[in-house]
């Protein structure tokens, strides 16, 4: 109990004093783990390589500067392909993800035994691993190119897609469907006008905001061979050509801020 | 027109939320059936159209049994009763005039009716609808930008579109200000005696259930405790209905909706302003 009396008047506390005792030893714990951390990490650090580093940045800045401009001639398709992959895989993973979120979704899944959980296990398999690693597995599958990181980023979309689709299809209020099934419409027409209206927005904004984060992830499928402007970033780093690493990184931002302001304007206009 | 046989539903939790409910409805009346709350005035209504499934007996609607229907005969059924709701439940994306189509759904395929080609009766007595309810300059607008009572008007046309023989009316002003309450009952009453429509209509505002109804059904607790005129409904058969607790806190001054009251004073000219909604 917080409250003690003290002749008669109560006096009330936050805590007992058992557990005052207890958040201070937790405190003092936490405390002791981190210095202990601490140490290990100093330790295992050459702090020669760290004293080192703001030199090492500078000489890197300087040969990165300026950047190759006449570079930019071969990384137009590269470009290109970039966002080609970023597009038709965001355009598969929608595809994929529509009926498995209609599975998933509590309220309007066939079965809430059989299929459901192989729905969100669908979805949990495609969340759990990495575009990156999608498209190493797939250049081994289906040999290095464009096509590999259509699959990989598609399959790595369908379960964000998915997931954030099913959580809207099961906040949509059900009078609405209601009052579509009350009319005597049939299972079809009750998707058409009792949920997909309702769903819709959320549907636009989230394939948006996918289409806009597999941009970004496109621009790195490169470094293990899936096509797009990481093959460039690969070969540029490799042969220590930094001014073209620059130039490549500024492209990739030039592209990200164009492709978020895409898809605010997107989502904005379908509210 | 509408009878209930022995009308039973056990909900899963074990609540047995109608006992055994026999009533009749013949053509062209208006019933308001009265009750408190979870006395299953809701559950009465959606047994008659099965979006709730009674656990046992028997619902007809003319010579038909709606209670044995298999999916598509159920469809067909429910072509016949339209259903007016408390907060209205118009698809609030979809424009006035796709909300009231929508209750041609029953007779129209899927592919039509995704493309929105309706066959054109049809817009057309939408038109008419429309313009019947007061809403024929709001055919364009989206469901979610009009009033509660503007919206209600849509789900009226929604349900008569159907052309059904019954409505089964949900609290259509429990979402409303007094006096659209009252605009929308008239209009409600005044619809089911142009097309001599059977309604069954839940309201928990009795002095308004006395106004418009020609018949009372009260309910409590799953069971008919009063089936007749609203002349009959005295105090003494009120608290048969409500409870003797509910209907004393009433009396002693608190605005519980039981109490008939016909100079309620929140209908008086501060609501004047919103006669046009």
Known sequence: MPVRHDKDIPIWRRRTTARKWGVWGLWLLGTAIFVYCWQLISDKTIWMFVWDAPTQAADLASRMSPPKWGYMSELWRPLWDTLNIATLGTLLAILLAVPVAFCAARNTTPSALLVRPLALFIIVGSRSINSLIWALMLVTIIGPGVFAGVIAIGLRSVGFVAKLLYEAIEEIDPDQVEAITATGANGPQRVAYGIVPQILPAFAGISVFRWDINIRESTVLGLVGAGGIGLQLDASISTLAWTQVSLILLVILATVVVSEWVSATIRHAMI | ?277
């Open chain 2, 1 to 277: 027109m509408l009878r209930l046989d022995q009308v039973v539903k056990e909900y899963k939790t074990g609540d047995r939320a109608l006992n055994g409910i026999d009533l009749q409805v013949p053509q062209g009346q208006v019933l308001a059936l009265i009750g408190p709350s979870g006395a299953g005035k809701s559950t009465l209504i959606r047994c008659v159209n099965r979006l709730v499934e009674p656990t046992s007996g028997a619902v007809y609607l003319g010579d038909q049994e709606i209670t044995s229907l298999g999916s598509s005969g159920l469809r067909r059924a429910r072509r016949r009763m339209g259903m007016i709701f408390q907060e209205y439940a118009l698809v609030e994306r979809l424009t006035v005039m796709e909300n009231v189509l929508s209750g041609r759904l029953g007779y129209v395929g899927f592919w039509r009716s995704y493309f929105r080609r309706f066959p054109r009766e049809d817009v057309a007595e939408a038109f008419r609808l429309l313009s019947r309810v007061g809403l024929d300059n709001m055919v364009d607008k989206r469901a979610d930008e009009l009033s509660g009572g503007q919206r209600q008007r849509v789900g009226i046309a929604r349900a008569l579109i159907q052309n059904p023989e019954l409505l089964l009316v949900d609290e259509p002003t429990a979402s409303l200000d007094p006096k659209t309450s009252r605009q929308i009952m008239r209009l409600i009453c005044e619809l089911c005696r142009e097309r001599t429509l059977a309604a069954v209509v839940n309201i928990h505002d009795v002095p308004l259930a006395r106004m418009f109804a020609e018949r009372i059904v009260g309910l409590r607790q799953g069971v008919i405790v009063y089936d007749g005129t609203p002349e009959g409904l005295s105090n003494q058969v009120l608290t048969e209905i409500y409870g003797v607790e509910d209907w004393d806190a009433s009396d002693t001054g608190e605005t519980a909706p039981s109490k008939p009251d016909p100079t309620r004073p929140k209908s008086k000219p501060d609501v004047e302003h919103l006669v046009g909604m």
